[in-house]
């Protein structure tokens, strides 16, 4: 399985911007999938929302609760981010997910068997 996130971008604070993971190679149906982000100049990864192989929310960073939405099409073998209201704490790496395993449901980095590249937000004042 390949994943490739894409939709990244600059936006002025206020804004939205809706970020895709395309899979490949394989099928999304079966994997828990997340979305995993690395701000500038910290070290490690903060997962931001997870959605399950049934479509259940399993995990949601609390700061993006409410503005943020995961969603997934298994049919399509996608995973979309929608993202409104940034704000310039959003600024990061964002990074697509998949688990396989039932340990890896709320996306805890050492259950990932499949990452992305990444697409890169920035959001300005």
């Known amino acids: 399985l390949k994943l490739v996130e894409s939709g990244g971008g600059l936006v002025q604070a206020g804004g939205s911007l809706t970020l895709s993971c395309a899979a490949s190679g394989g099928t999304l149906e079966g994997y828990h999938i997340g979305w995993v982000r690395q701000g500038p100049g910290r070290k490690e990864r903060e997962k931001v929302l997870c959605i399950s192989t049934l479509g259940r929310v399993t995990y949601s960073l609390g700061p993006v609760e409410g503005r943020f939405t995961i969603s997934r099409d298994d049919a399509q073998n996608m995973v979309y981010l929608q993202m409104t209201d940034l704000q310039i704490e959003d600024t990061a790496v964002y990074y697509c997910?998949?688990?396989?395993?039932?340990?890896?449901?709320?996306?805890?980095?050492?259950?990932?068997?499949?990452w992305g590249k990444g697409t890169s937000v920035t959001v300005s004042s």
């Open positions: 997910a998949a688990a396989e395993r039932l340990g890896g449901i709320s996306c805890d980095a050492g259950w990932i068997d499949v």
